[in-house]
């Protein structure tokens, strides 16, 4: 199987529950995500954050129409949520949100662990997935830091899982 993990960080200088809010509202993903990715949420009723909440989505990748369903697994406000994909475009989707308060302000981690589709031939598609995720997490990074008027972030890593 071709297994990878992201990891990005920010720092941001506001309480750990404003920032905390910002990221358990699914409806700011679309506010954080390319705009080229045309991204919704497809819930019929609004989202209520917690555990065991499915979230359904609608994006575009590549101009090609997807639907993803996340399950949060793992929900403990304000330090830290875990959304899995239940259906999507990956074979394994596991994203922690980390929220840990220190001196210089709130630390913002992400780890994803993702798997690709056709097992070792998946291989084949991270040079094409690796790009897009990248640039998306650079593009929320971005975007999180104009929200909130600034925040020091380390550029999206991605890593084999062996």
């Keep these: 199987m071709a297994s990878y993990q992201l990891r990005c960080q920010m720092l941001v200088k506001l309480p750990i529950e404003e920032v905390f809010q910002v990221f358990q509202d ?21 989202v209520e954050m917690r555990k065991g909440e499915l979230i359904h989505y609608r994006f575009r990748m590549m101009g090609l129409p997807l639907t993803w ?32 308060e220190t001196v210089h ?32 997490f650079r593009f929320r990074q971005q975007a999180l830091s104009k929200m909130w008027g600034g925040a020091e972030s380390t550029d999206p890593q991605i890593y084999p899982v062996e």
Excluded at 29 to 44: A, C, G
């Design 69 to 100: 369903t996340t399950l949060i697994s793992d929900y403990a406000p304000p330090f830290r949520f875990v959304d899995e994909q239940m259906k999507g475009p990956y074979t394994r989707w596991h994203h922690l949100h980390h929220f840990k």
């Design 105 to 136: 302000g709130v630390e913002v981690s992400d780890i994803v662990d993702y798997t690709l589709p056709l097992g070792s031939l998946g291989l084949l598609g991270q040079p094409i997935v690796k790009p897009q995720l990248l640039e998306i």
């Design 26 to 46: 699914p409806y700011n993903l679309i506010k954080i995500t390319p705009p080229s990715m045309d991204f919704q949420v497809t819930n019929e009723k609004p």
